[in-house]
C-alpha cells in the first residue's frame, strides 16, 4: 500500500508526470481508471479529464465489496447517463473482474473495426491503467495478469523505463508512468481520504475525523449506526454522539467521561473493516 501523505506533490513531478501520460496517449487504445467506490469524487485525479481528453475511458468502481451497493448502481447509471462505462470489481478477491476485458472490448468497439478493416486481426489492445495512491491499482494489475503477469518491453515512442503487463494475446496494460495526485488542496477530498485510510492518521486530528464521519453516517446511515452501536440521541451533536458510542464500549476514564481519543480510533478503525456496514460516503448528489 502506498502511504499518501509521504508523497511529495511536487509541482515538478505532477508536470512530469502529465507529460508521460500525454506521451503515452500516443500508443495506447483506452484508459482504465481505478477510483474507490467508496469515494467515487474524490478517489479521482482532478487533472485526468483534461489529460486524457477524448480518448476512450473505463472506469473501475474497485472496493464495491466495502461501498453501498445501491450506491454503487446508482453511480454506475450515472456514468452511464454521461456516455461513461464503468464496472463495479472487487480486486481483493477478484469479483467482477471477469467483465472487465468485455467491457474494455464494449469500450473500443469502433477501434476494433478499425483494426479489422485494415486487416491488423489479432493486434492486441493497449490499456493504461491510472489511479490515485492505495485505489487498488497494484492489486487489479495483479488480478487480471495474474500468473501470465510478464513484463514486455519498452515500446518505441514512450519514455524507457514504462512498465508494460502482458495479460495475453489480446491486451497489454500499461501501468501509470508516474503518481497520479488527488486533489489535495480541497479540505473534503483530504478528509475523505482519511475516512478511507488512504491518508494515515498520524498526520490527522482523529478526534475531529471521527466526529466528521459521524456527521456523514448520522446524515445517511442512522440506521447502520444503530445497529452497529444500539440505541444513540442523535438530537446529541455528533461530539456527544461520539461521546455515547465510546461509553456503550465502555471507555471510560477517570470522572465518567468517554475516552474520546479510544472512541474516535474505534470508530474509525470499525468504518474501515466494515463493521458498520457496506457505506458509501459520496452520493451522486455530493456534487458530482
Ligand atoms: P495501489 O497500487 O493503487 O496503491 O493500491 P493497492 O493495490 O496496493 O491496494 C491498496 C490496499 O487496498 C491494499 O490493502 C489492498 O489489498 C486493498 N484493496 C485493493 N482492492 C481492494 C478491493 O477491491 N477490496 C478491498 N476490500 N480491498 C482492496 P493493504 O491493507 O494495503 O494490503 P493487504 O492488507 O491487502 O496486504
Known amino acids: 500500500m502506498s502511504d499518501m501523505q509521504n508523497i511529495q506533490w511536487f509541482p515538478g513531478h505532477m508536470t512530469r508526470t502529465k507529460r508521460k501520460i500525454k506521451e503515452a496517449l500516443q500508443i495506447i487504445d483506452a484508459v482504465v481508471e481505478i477510483v474507490d467506490a467508496r469515494i467515487p469524487i474524490s ?13 476512450p475511458l473505463l472506469i473501475l468502481l474497485n472496493k464495491c465489496d466495502m461501498a453501498d451497493p445501491t450506491e454503487t448502481s446508482r453511480w454506475i447509471d450515472y456514468y ?4 461513461i462505462t464503468a464496472i463495479p470489481v472487487d480486486c481483493k478477491t477478484g469479483k467482477g473482474i471477469n ?14 473495426e478499425q483494426f479489422k478493416a485494415k486487416g491488423l486481426v489479432g493486434k492486441p ?14 492489486s487489479f494489475i495483479n488480478r487480471i495478469a495474474g500468473g501470465n503477469r510478464a513484463k514486455a518491453e519498452n515500446r518505441p515512442g514512450v519514455t524507457r523505463g514504462n512498465q508494460w503487463i502482458t495479460v495475453d494475446k489480446q491486451l497489454e496494460l500499461l501501468d501509470t508512468p508516474g503518481v497520479l495526485w ?12 482519511a475516512f478511507t485510510g488512504a491518508v494515515k492518521d498520524k498526520v490527522v486530528d482523529i ?3 471521527s466526529i466528521r464521519l459521524l456527521e456523514i453516517l448520522t446524515q445517511s446511515y442512522r440506521d447502520k449506526l444503530i445497529e452497529r452501536y444500539g440505541n444513540l440521541d442523535f438530537s446529541a451533536d455528533s461530539y456527544e454522539l461520539l461521546c455515547q458510542i465510546g461509553k456503550k464500549r465502555g471507555m471510560v476514564i477517570r470522572g465518567g467521561e468517554t475516552d474520546t481519543e479510544r472512541a474516535s480510533a474505534m470508530l474509525l478503525e470499525e468504518y474501515r473493516n466494515c463493521k ?4 458509501t460516503l459520496e452520493r451522486i448528489c455530493d456534487n458530482a
Open 43 to 55: 478517489s479521482r485525479n482532478p487533472d485526468l479529464k483534461e489529460i486524457i481528453k477524448d480518448k
Open 80 to 83: 452511464k447517463k454521461n456516455d
Open 99 to 112: 467483465n472487465f476485458k468485455d467491457k474494455i472490448k464494449e469500450v473500443l468497439a469502433d477501434k476494433l
Open 125 to 138: 489492445l493497449r490499456v493504461m491503467v491510472v489511479g490515485i495512491p492505495n485505489v487498488g491499482k497494484s
Open 182 to 193: 488527488p486533489k489535495f488542496d480541497d479540505q473534503a477530498v483530504g478528509e475523505r481520504l
Open 207 to 209: 478526534e475531529l475525523l
Open 276 to 279: 458498520i456496514g457496506r457505506i
